[in-house]
Structures are given as C-alpha cells and as structure tokens.
Antibody
Framework: VQLVESGGGLVQPGGSLRLSCTAS????????FDWVRQAPGKGLEWVSS????????YFADSVKGRFTISRDDAKNAVFLQMNSLRAEDTAVYYC?????????????WGQGTLVTVSS | QSVLTQPPSVSAAPGQKVTISCSGS????????VSWYQQFPGAAPKLVIY???SRPSGIPDRFSGSKSGTSATLAITGLQTGDEADYYC???????????FGGGTKLTVL
C-alpha cells in the first residue's frame, strides 16, 4: 500500500510542471486525493483535492486559476498540473489519500517530490 | 498566517503528559472532524488521530484527541524521546470549502 509522487524538479518562474502520484496496493477508485505542499522550513499547506468520481475539485486561493487536478483510475494515478509557477510555489509536494471527501483524514502519504521555482 | 492556530512549540519531560491545542472557528473545528499529523524531519506526515478522537491502527493509546467548541486538543501521555516531532491539526472548512492545517507545533521531549 503506497503512493509515489514524481515529476518534480527545477523550473523557471512562469513555467509549468506536471506532478504525478501513482498508487498501489488498494482500491484506488474508492478514494479522494489531496495535494499538500511544504515550503522549506515551513508548515503544511493544502493545495488541492479531487473526489473519487472527479465531480468535485477544490483549490487553495494561492493556486486557483494556475493549478488543475485530475485523476486516471485506469492508471491508478492523480495529477497536478502547475502553470504560471512562482518562486513561492517552491516546496515539497505530497500526495495524500482521503477516504471521505470533505472529511480530512489523510491516512496515506507519499514521500513527496521537490519543486523548485528559480531562474 | 494559518486559520487554525497552534502554539509554535511545547515541551515536557519523558514520562510526562503534553497537550497541543488547535483553535479555529465555527465553520471548521466547530462543525467538522479534526485530524492530527506527526512529522519527523525529512519525512512525510503521518496520521495519528482522525475523526477528532480515533486512532489509526498501530498508533499507541498514549495519543488521544478531543474537541470542545471551536478548539481541538491532541494529548500525548507517557512521553518518549521518539515522540519528538512536529504536529499539525487539520480539518475541513465548510464555508471556504478548503482543507485547513494548523501552523504546526514542535514537540520537544526534554
């Protein structure tokens, strides 16, 4: 049972990046998923959530209009498309599993992927 | 500035009890379940309390959660040096339709 993030790296301000979160060991389609980030030396910041059916998607104000979230149940994967990246988006991005959308119970986390936005 | 307010740090001696508070409002803690996460340096967060006062499998009963009004509390009894970590509260905000985290509390076991 695990989540594995990938796709992080160094990108210039204004650039784009697509993060992936691949799940294994459980029934992927049953769960909602969240992206949570942590800037260096800072606390946790929620980024986005997607429900099990993809019918509900929510975003933090800090990323609204720039980030999109999607999932592919056939591939057991969740994606975070990040556009118009800013220096303040620099963080480790975690993918987390949530059983009930709207109830925050993030019971499984990936190891995180580092996104660095810098020229 | 987090919507959920936690003390930046708490400390206690081994074997003692410590509590970590998380203060919010009616639309978040006052209405919804609270969860707590433990994070060691360089590691991903780990769920230690969910649904305000339930423990996931494998979490010792030294960890407990409670809520009163718009504030939640994580209590850890019989402190061990291995409990030294950052702790975060989390909940849903029904007005914002956002997931909220507290700013985090660094626990030091003296």
């Amino acid at each position: 049972v695990q989540l594995v993030e990938s796709g992080g790296g160094l990108v210039q301000p204004g650039g784009s990046l697509r993060l992936s979160c691949t799940a294994s060991g459980f029934t992927f389609r049953r769960y909602s998923f969240d992206w949570v980030r942590q800037a260096p030396g800072k606390g946790l910041e929620w980024v986005s959530s997607i429900s099990s059916s993809s019918s509900s998607k929510y975003f933090a104000d800090s990323v609204k209009g720039r980030f999109t979230i999607s999932r592919d149940d056939a591939k057991n994967a969740v994606f975070l498309q990040m556009n118009s990246l800013r220096a303040e988006d620099t963080a480790v991005y975690y993918c987390a599993r949530n059983e009930i959308f709207g109830v925050v119970t993030l019971d499984l986390w990936g190891q995180g992927t580092l996104v660095t936005v810098s020229s | 500035q987090s919507v959920l307010t936690q003390p930046p740090s708490v400390s206690a001696a081994p074997g003692q009890k410590v509590t970590i508070s998380c203060s919010g409002s009616t639309s978040n803690i006052g209405t919804n379940f609270v969860s707590w996460y433990q994070q060691f340096p360089g590691a991903a967060p780990k769920l230690v309390i969910y649904d305000t006062n339930s423990r996931p499998s494998g979490i010792p009963d030294r960890f407990s959660g409670s809520k009163s009004g718009t504030s939640a509390t994580l209590a850890i009894t019989g402190l061990q040096t291995g409990d030294e970590a950052d702790y975060y509260c989390g909940t849903w905000d029904s007005s914002l339709s956002d997931v909220l985290f507290g700013g985090g509390t660094k626990l030091t076991v003296l």
